[in-house]
Nanobody
């Protein structure tokens, strides 16, 4: 069964770092354009960072210079390196993107999310 699985969340102090991973699982999987979103309690889900299949990246203004999105197509995995974390970065982080297999066309998939809490 094709799915996206996030990992790497947790509790970190302000100024700390975390690295999130998002792996596409399944048989003969390929990933296309991918993105990380986050949703804080009582707020709408928002786009944090995106990366095209060719590696072009984009970020929301509030994380520019602190977060880095990257990909490893040999592992069908996308990463979000988060540095200089702030309490306002606290949210559930979701991975989403285009995934296909040799048996299926491109489709958009979402992971279940991983919680990031920034607190002293």
């Amino acid at each position: 069964q094709l799915q996206l699985v996030e990992s790497g969340g947790g509790l970190v102090q302000p100024g700390g770092s975390l690295r999130l991973s998002c792996a596409a699982s399944g048989t003969s999987v390929s990933i296309g354009a991918m993105a990380w979103y986050r949703q804080a309690p009582g707020k709408q889900r928002m786009l944090v960072a995106s990366i095209t299949g060719g590696g072009i990246t984009d970020y929301t203004d509030s994380v520019k210079g602190r977060f880095t999105i990257s990909r490893d197509d040999t592992k069908n995995t996308v990463y979000l390196q988060m540095n200089s974390l702030k309490p306002e970065d606290t949210a559930r982080y979701y991975c989403s993107g285009a995934v296909r297999t040799i048996r299926s066309d491109w489709g958009t998939y979402w992971g279940q999310g991983t919680q990031v809490t920034v607190s002293s």
